[in-house]
T-cell receptor, first 114, second 112 residues
Framework: EPEVTQTPSHQVTQMGQEVILRCVPI?????FYWYRQILGQKVEFLVSFYNNEISEKSEIFDDQFSVERPDGSNFTLKIRSTKLEDSAMYFC????????????FGQGTRLTVV | LAKTTQPISMDSYEGQEVNITCSHNNIATNDYITWYQQFPSQGPRFIIQGYKTKVTNEVASLFIPADRKSSTLSLPRVSLSDTAVYYC?????????????FGTGTLLAVQP
């Protein structure tokens, strides 16, 4: 079964540092997402990406965050200057088309900001 | 996006059928109902999706009454490995807003 792949599985970074979380969505999918989940809390939408541009973003997705699809296969989430409260699981997801709500999620990257 | 309400938690025993009900009183005409499952430290996984009446797949059944203001996810003969958080999502899959919004979900604990 095709799957969404995320790297790294765990990243520890110092406050104020930049991090890049990487995702390889399923190859024929057109919609891409980043979500985060703080420990013990619900899954929160960050941003959706379609046709090489952001289609929607949440209030969480402020100027510190950016997304990119640099080479047609990878989908990255960059946090420019990490804060302690950015510590969370970050999930990438992809969907084949707008007519299908079956989104495939990656295993996540656990980001720990110290 | 329609707001959903689910029980915070449920307990069951192995071999039992589990029914998790979700309320979505302000569901719109174009909205579909989708359920996801999440194990600890893993990403959510799609279970089932429906619009009305009953949908069944190899994992679960989804019952939607005629007024569509609620839905029930039915898991037949649960096992310990079905212990997870189950999320009910409601949204217009064909609309401009294509994001999935997760609520707090229902933590199902299956005991031996």
């Amino acid at each position: 079964e095709p799957e969404v792949t995320q790297t790294p599985s765990h990243q520890v970074t110092q406050m104020g540092q930049e991090v890049i979380l990487r995702c390889v969505p399923i190859s024929n999918h057109l919609y891409f997402y980043w979500y985060r989940q703080i420990l013990g809390q619900k899954v929160e939408f960050l941003v959706s990406f379609y046709n090489n541009e952001i289609s929607e973003k949440s209030e969480i997705f402020d100027d510190q965050f950016s997304v990119e699809r640099p080479d047609g296969s990878n989908f990255t989430l960059k946090i420019r200057s990490t804060k302690l409260e950015d510590s969370a699981m970050y999930f990438c997801a992809s969907r084949v088309s707008y007519m299908n709500t079956e989104a495939f999620f990656g295993q996540g990257t656990r980001l720990t900001v110290v | 996006l329609a707001k959903t309400t689910q029980p915070i938690s449920m307990d069951s025993y192995e071999g039992q059928e589990v029914n998790i009900t979700c309320s979505h009183n302000n569901i719109a005409t174009n909205d579909y109902i989708t359920w996801y499952q999440q194990f600890p430290s893993q990403g959510p996984r799609f279970i089932i999706q429906g619009y009305k009446t009953k949908v069944t797949n190899e994992v679960a059944s989804l019952f939607i009454p005629a007024d569509r203001k609620s839905s029930t996810l039915s898991l037949p003969r649960v096992s310990l490995s079905d212990t997870a958080v189950y999320y009910c999502l409601v949204g217009d899959i064909g609309g401009a807003t294509n994001k999935l919004i997760f609520g707090t979900g229902t933590l199902l604990a299956v005991q031996p």
